[in-house]
Nanobody
Framework: QVQLVESGGGSVQAGGSLRLSCAAS????????MAWFRQAPGKEREGVAG??????????YYADSVKGRFTISRDNAKNALYLQMDSLKPEDTGMYYC?????????????????????WGQGTQVTVST
């Protein structure tokens, strides 16, 4: 059973940076999709960045709202996923979740669709103030 644990959230002023980490434990490997989602109060959970399996070249995908400011990356040796967030804005505030696709539903719903992923972390809070 794979488990994901996020860390690195916190409070920062607009324009600042944070680096989120997601530690994967259990029967892990590098051949799976991973992503970061976020959820602001009263809003739906939205995908912000995705990473293809290493066997597919670790291709990265970003939502328009974060493109050019966020960077997703993976360290296979450490079984870790990261999200470097720069030039943060107040609208980036929310709970950030790490997600992974380990088998599960064979239907592909898209990189930014939460139904694509079947393993989730507990979340880490990011607050950006003006």
């Amino acid at each position: 059973q794979v488990q994901l644990v996020e860390s690195g959230g916190g409070s920062v002023q607009a324009g600042g940076s944070l680096r989120l980490s997601c530690a994967a434990s259990g029967n892990t490997g590098s051949s799976y999709w991973m992503a970061w989602f976020r959820q602001a109060p009263g809003k739906e959970r939205e995908g912000v960045a995705g990473l293809s399996p290493s066997a597919s070249g670790d291709s990265t995908y970003y939502a328009d709202s974060v493109k050019g400011r966020f960077t997703i990356s993976r360290d296979n040796a450490k079984n870790a996923l990261y999200l470097q967030m720069d030039s943060l804005k107040p609208e980036d505030t929310g709970m950030y979740y790490c997600a992974a696709r380990f088998g599960g539903d064979p239907v592909w719903y898209g990189v930014y669709n939460r139904r694509t992923y079947n393993v989730w972390g507990q979340g880490t809070q990011v607050t950006v103030s003006t």
